[in-house]
Every structure is written in C-alpha cells, then in structure tokens.
C-alpha cells in the first residue's frame, strides 16, 4: 500500500467506503469510543472538522471496542451518542480492531507508517490520532493525551 486511496473501509451503516473519495485532503483518522475519559475529545475533533472542513480537512472516526470496552453500542447507538452528544458532522465509519490480528488493514498500515513511542506498533488506547497530508502520506501520530485543539498548528501547515 502506498497511501490511504489504496484503502476500503465500512461505513456505519456496512457499505463500502472507498477512501479515494478523500484524495488531496488533509485527514485526521482517530480510533474513537463513547464511554473514555477523552470521549470529550470529540468537541474538540467537531471543532477542527467545521473550523478546517472548506480550506480541506476531514476528521474520520473510527469506533473501536478494544480498550476496557469502552464503545460497547452497534453502529446506531454510537452515531446516535455521537448526534446528540456532540453534535458531530464528519464520518463516523463502522467500529474496527486497531490492534490484533483482525486489525483493520487501515490501522495496521497507519501504525507501520508512524509507530509511537520508542518504534511501538500498537495503539495504546482510544483516541489515538494520525494526521495525513494532502498526498494521503502519514505525518504524524498523536498520542490519546493530545488535545485535538493543540493539533490546529500542525493542520494548518498541511492546508
């Protein structure tokens, strides 16, 4: 794979999502879950995706279930959480594995373009973050401490 137009993932509802339809934008993709103590983070994800969403930017979550099972809902409770709760307007995909061997194939190969800290693969925990150029290459990984606030230099550069 040379970048993220190479990828198919599900959408909420099962289709297919081909993610060549994001071609030249600037993507921020986040393993996501409902019931975490960043779960506000995604005020902060809303924020960026409206403030950025016209210069090229688009937000992607991705609902995983994998840390303290902390994303329990099918895939109508957590676009209905992430409604009403947040407000939220970018792309929700259907829930995935980060790690493991049913690892999303999106994951597996966002986690060997930008490993964490000391070279590590697995993502640590939910909302994990990797910032991709407009050339659909990996430019970062952000730890699930970063605020997404504090992300908004470094997207701004890429737009």
């Known amino acids: 794979m040379s970048g993220i137009t190479d990828f198919t993932v599900k959408a909420a509802d099962g289709s297919a999502v081909d993610l060549s339809r994001y071609a030249g934008r600037v993507l921020l993709i986040v393993n996501t879950a409902s019931k975490c103590g960043f779960t506000p983070q995604y005020e902060g994800l809303e924020t960026l995706h409206r403030r950025y969403e016209e210069q090229g930017l688009t937000v ?59 070279g590590t693969k697995a993502i640590k925990w939910n909302f994990t973050k990797f910032l991709l150029n407009r050339d659909g290459q990996v430019v970062d990984r952000y730890a699930p401490t970063a605020k997404p606030e504090d992300l908004a230099k470094d997207i701004e550069g890429l737009l």
């Open 60 to 118: 992607l979550g991705f609902p995983c279930n994998q840390f303290g099972e902390q994303e329990p809902g099918d895939a109508a409770e957590i676009a209905n959480f992430c409604s009403l709760t947040y407000d939220v307007t970018f792309p929700v995909m259907g829930k995935v594995d980060v790690n493991g061997d049913h690892a999303e194939p999106l994951f597996q190969w966002l986690k060997a373009e930008a490993p964490g800290i000391l």
